[in-house]
């Protein structure tokens, strides 16, 4: 049997590289390759994917956000996170959003292709260390700020900590401008913090974006 995947990543080594193993790896795939929102949900109304192998950090937008709508357009779409995130709380998030698995870009190449397997037959796949970090949130030991967040003010506190303008978060999240600024301020008043630096040193500190080395 065919199984159609959908790889959305914006970085085109990673993408491509990937679609390459898939390939080889699955002989009975066919890989598909977005690189934005745009166009995973042109290539969605184009084709049914059993699974969409989807990053979080997307250039102008969140796969956080995005994998709603992949859901709203193709319901049996199997949603697998892969990501370079490993907080609980964005694992979190993830879950949310209706991920049936999530795994990290740190992992062997044979990990994505375990949890395909395992999420075309129905069950749930978090990568190992991932999922004891997930246990640990789930029951109260490790909860972070993004609790108080809703997920539109997650997507735009991700917005604003990676350092893209309020005209492009709106693009990205399908928002206006004005709603983006409304959002900020709501964030502004429940982090306790007074500027959009302040909120990017509050990103760091919880580990919910890197700094380039």
């Known amino acids: 049997m065919m ?4 790889l959305v990543d914006d970085h085109a080594v990673v993408r491509q590289g990937y679609a390459a193993l898939l390939s080889m790896m699955i002989p009975s795939s066919q890989v598909a390759e977005a690189e ?3 166009q995973t949900m042109a290539a969605l109304d184009g084709d049914r994917f059993d699974v969409v192998i989807l990053d979080i950090n997307l250039e102008h937008s969140s796969g956080l956000s995005l994998a709603p709508r992949i859901h709203a357009r193709n319901s049996k779409s199997k949603i697998i ?4 995130f490993d907080e609980a709380a964005v694992i979190h998030r993830a879950m949310q959003a209706g991920a049936a698995g999530y795994i990290s870009k740190r992992s062997n190449p044979e990990i994505m292709i375990e949890a395909i397997k395992t999420v075309l037959k129905g069950k749930t796949y978090i990568e190992h260390d991932l999922a004891i970090k997930l246990a640990a949130y789930s029951y109260g ?5 993004s609790d108080l967040l809703t997920q539109r003010e997650f ?9 893209l303008s309020r005209s ?3 693009t990205g999240l399908n928002i206006s401008e004005k709603t983006v600024s409304n959002t900020v301020t709501h964030l502004k008043s429940k982090l306790q913090v007074s500027t959009n630096t302040e909120l990017v040193h509050l990103a760091i500190e919880r580990g919910l974006v890197k700094v380039a080395s």
């Open 141 to 145: 030991e490790d909860k972070d700020i």
């Open 168 to 170: 492009k978060i709106a």
């Open 3 to 6: 199984i159609n995947i959908l």
């Open 155 to 163: 997507d735009v506190f991700m917005g604003v900590a990676k350092g």
């Open 81 to 84: 996170f892969f990501s370079m």
């Open 36 to 38: 934005n929102a745009q």
